[in-house]
């Protein structure tokens, strides 16, 4: 059985999240997979109205496959250079607005929650997880025992993790 063309758009609707992961996959760069996938939304829309396509599925990721295909046949100048993967790095993993702002909020609870602490608690967290002291360091800085500065942080830290937890849900 073969569909129109307007069927095809309605299964690439359908189809589009596993396509993005798809593509994803196989350039491992999401931004070039959104333009890939938008490139292959243009190319549907330039199919003739009477031509039938028995596979919908099938025609979408071949279609895709190739984009992809082609996609890497272009010349590149940074190729040559041998920084294609510094720049897609760079590109690619930048942090995304939502992502700052969540980032954010966490260390501004975390803070709070670092604020909220005893003293001799906050001072062990400051020490091990700011300033990268290890427990040792921690435990000759402090004169106590490293099983003591081992117990005390993680007492520390889950105090530390409730506290923003419990700010978190209420929205403070």
Known sequence: MSISKLNVLQVFQ???QNLFKFIKYKVKCPDLSSDLLQDLYLKLHSVPENKKINNPKGYLNTAARNLIIDNSRKPYHVIETGQEQQIDLAICDQISPEQRAIDQNMVELLGSALNQLPTDKRDLV???????????QIASHKNKSLSW???NLAISLIMC????????????
């Open 14 to 16: 359908k189809e589009y």
């Open 126 to 136: 400051t020490l091990s997880r700011v300033h990268g002291w290890t427990n040792q």
């Open 149 to 151: 500065v081992e117990k």
């Open 161 to 172: 993790s409730d506290i923003a937890q419990e700010k978190n849900k209420h929205g403070k």
